[in-house]
């Protein structure tokens, strides 16, 4: 009788350990979500986003809610999520590209972990220029601020949700280094997944009261479904370039030879460009709508906030535009067609059919043709929320959750969870999680 995976997880002390690990981690953010900062009233903060909920006039919050899991309209000491932390990446990689001498430190030794340390630095910086914001947006709404001393509040909030901020990201790198799957991606997952319950009450709550049409609720059901296929369905994929390796005499002993494959997958970037274009949006779209939320805000600035609030069209063609360009951005850092042909060339290795001195052209083609149809797809996934906003009138709280973004972070997640999992198994000499034939590659 076989195993089963599950509790063969249970059973090896390791995987039994991390997942224990993984799970106090993301308890203990989940608690620092709803931890209202110093000088706020917490009732206040209820009443005036169940107001602007009750006018669909909430966009911005549900925006910022939807990576923070709730964090941003409670005003807690984690309302900035790891957000600051992926813009300070994305800003990095970018001067890597723009600056050789930076790149150029990175490769020597010890370099990566100085430009760790530099985006901590820069972290911080974007961290304090949000903080700022949000005592902003808090001096707009009325009641809110319990101190009477608006300088002391302002320090005070900053220096909080600061600290809050790279507490964070230090627990993300706890769940990396000690518990299972990518730390980042799995507060954002958490996240969204504590928004889940929220906004399934919403939606039966609205069906109820005749706001929305059950059959829309259906279809939209099904679309749901049939995007998580979908996308299930494409991460799998990949495009295997053989490599022919050829034998080499190194004095008496013969070493190489056998053929192999490099495995490319149809969306090599997985979701990283979603959240990079996200999170690229986030910053902006912040500062202007605190600023713009002020009474005495400039005409300008208030239309430049509804012009990138998420509900709008604008935001979404920036949206899908920036996502095409990290998904190459970002396959052309991790899949550098130069590298990989300079290694396959240094190993005796060719492809057949193409010239040892065309591989790098032959792999950057092969990458183009993945690349465009990948971004493609993510930037349609990612607008579906706004599509089944204006096509059946749901609001952006549930939208937002039920389809896009949410759906390709929490796949993605998830598959890159489970393979991890499937391989301490198997370093364990146990069974997968999935067994043989039932998720397996699809060659393209």
Not at 178 to 191: D, E, K, P, Q, R
């Amino acid at each position: 009788m076989a195993s089963n995976p599950i509790v063969n997880m249970f059973r090896i002390k390791e995987l039994r350990d991390r997942i224990f690990f993984t799970f106090v981690i993301l308890v203990v953010f989940r608690l620092g979500c709803v931890l209202t900062i110093p000088g706020i009233d917490a009732s206040v903060l209820i009443n005036y986003f169940a107001d602007l909920a009750s006018k669909n006039k909430n966009a911005f919050a549900s925006y910022m809610d939807f990576f923070a899991g709730g964090a941003f309209s409670n005003f807690s000491v984690f309302m900035l999520g790891v957000m600051p932390y992926v813009s300070t990446q994305i800003i990095m990689q970018l001067a890597l590209i723009i600056f050789p001498s930076l790149k150029r430190i990175a490769q020597e030794d010890g370099g990566q972990r100085r430009v760790a340390a530099w985006t901590r630095v820069g972290t911080v910086v974007v961290c304090l220029i949000q903080s700022l914001a949000v005592t902003v947006y808090a001096s707009s709404i009325p009641g809110a601020i319990i101190l009477d001393n608006a300088l002391a509040f302002k320090l005070l909030a900053m220096l909080t949700v600061t600290t809050g901020a790279m507490i964070t990201v230090w627990l993300g790198d706890q769940i990396t280094a000690h518990g299972i799957g990518n730390g980042i991606s799995m507060l954002i997952f958490a996240g969204i997944v504590a928004r889940l319950p929220h906004a399934v009450i919403e939606l039966v709550n609205k069906v109820r009261n005749n706001e929305i049409n059950a059959v829309f609720v259906v279809v939209v059901l099904v679309m749901f479904v049939a995007v998580i296929a979908f996308v299930v369905y494409e991460q799998q994929g990949q495009r295997k370039i053989p490599v022919h390796y050829a034998k080499r005499v190194v004095g008496r002993k013969m070493y190489g030879g056998g053929s192999t494959y490099i495995p490319f997958k149809i969306n090599p970037s997985g979701v990283i460009p979603v959240i990079f274009a996200s999170s690229f949006l986030t910053f902006p779209l912040q500062i202007v709508s605190s600023i713009g939320s002020s009474q005495n805000a400039a005409r300008w600035i208030s239309r430049l906030s509804a012009i990138l609030t998420p509900t709008g069209w604008w935001y979404n063609i920036l949206l899908v535009l920036l996502i095409i360009f990290f998904a190459y951005f970002y396959t052309q850092v991790t899949l550098n067609p130069t590298e990989i042909a300079k290694n396959i060339r240094e190993n005796g290795g060719s492809i057949p059919g193409h010239r040892t001195d065309k591989i790098e052209e032959y792999m950057q083609k092969v990458l183009n043709r993945l690349v465009l149809p990948g971004s493609l797809y993510l930037a349609a996934i990612a607008v579906l929320p706004t599509i089944i906003q204006n096509l059946f009138g749901f609001p952006q709280s549930i939208s937002m959750l039920m389809g896009g973004t949410s759906l390709l972070i929490l796949v993605g997640v998830d598959l890159d969870t489970m393979s991890q999992v499937e391989a301490l198994l198997k370093v364990h000499h146990s069974e997968g999680l999935v067994k043989k034939g039932k998720l397996r590659s699809r060659n393209l």
